[in-house]
């Protein structure tokens, strides 16, 4: 199976930068994702990530390092609706040689955004 | 143009009974998924049908299982309920299966299922 680690909870300042971290364990590894979800609300693509580096969107960063099992989202000048779990999601491989996987998600981090 | 959409949004069940959800997904997407979601577990991948065919499935025992129409439209069945089967139910579609590069997926409002 896989294992994905995140905070359960961050609190933060509007307009200042959090960074969400998040750590896996894959018997393969075919890409990483985040997703924002508001409370009562289905979940929402962020951004992702396959090969290791920054991926930038606007406020929202992502980061991945392969050979450490290691993400981070970085949100910058963060705002009051930017309060929202945060979910980190890994897609493994399951056979060698071929794409086919299955997408596993971290229990969220819950960032509250205070004025 | 239209999200992805589930009915029924809310039901009741008992144990012992099934259960059949439906998802249509936005138009054009061919690939749906269905996860299940609970305060406990998380977000936890079902399965992913793309054309008709099941492509990826997840942990979930027999009782779990699906199916995918000519027009891209989801059901997913639960049979013989457990009181841990309450859960919120999300579907997702995307326009290219799920272990394809990046597959960005669009989610469902969900069914939120109690089991009684």
């Known amino acids: 199976g896989q294992n994905i680690d995140q905070p359960t909870e961050m609190t933060a300042t509007e307009g200042a930068i959090v960074q969400i971290n998040c750590t896996y364990q894959t018997s393969g590894f075919n890409g990483l994702f985040w997703y924002q979800q508001h409370a009562g609300e289905a979940p929402t693509f962020l951004s992702y990530n396959v090969l290791d580096g920054l991926e930038e969107k606007g406020r929202f960063s992502s980061f991945l390092s392969r050979s450490k099992g290691y993400s981070y989202l970085l949100l910058k000048e963060l705002q009051m609706k930017d309060s929202a779990s945060y979910l980190c999601?890994?897609?493994?491989?399951?056979?060698?040689?071929?794409?086919?996987?299955?997408?596993?998600f971290g229990r969220g981090t819950q960032l509250t955004v205070w004025p | 143009k239209a999200g992805v959409t589930q009915t029924p949004r809310y039901l009741i069940k008992t144990r012992g009974q099934q259960v059949t959800l439906s998802c249509s997904p936005i138009?054009?997407?061919?690939?749906v998924s269905w996860y299940q979601q609970t305060p406990g577990q998380g977000l936890q991948f079902l399965f992913e049908?793309?054309?008709?065919?099941?492509?990826n499935k997840g942990n979930f025992p027999g009782r779990f299982s699906g199916r995918q129409f000519s027009n891209s439209r989801s059901e997913m069945n639960v049979s013989t309920l457990e009181l841990g089967d309450s859960a919120l139910y999300l579907c997702?579609?995307?326009?290219?299966?799920?272990?394809?590069?990046?597959?960005?997926?669009?989610f469902g409002p969900g069914t939120r299922l109690t089991v009684t």
């Open positions: 997702a579609s995307s326009l290219v299966p799920l272990d394809r590069g990046e597959y960005e997926q669009y």
């Open positions: 049908y793309f054309s008709e065919t099941q492509r």
């Open positions: 999601a890994v897609r493994d491989r399951l056979l060698r040689g071929s794409t086919l996987g299955r997408l596993y």
């Open positions: 138009s054009g997407h061919r690939s």
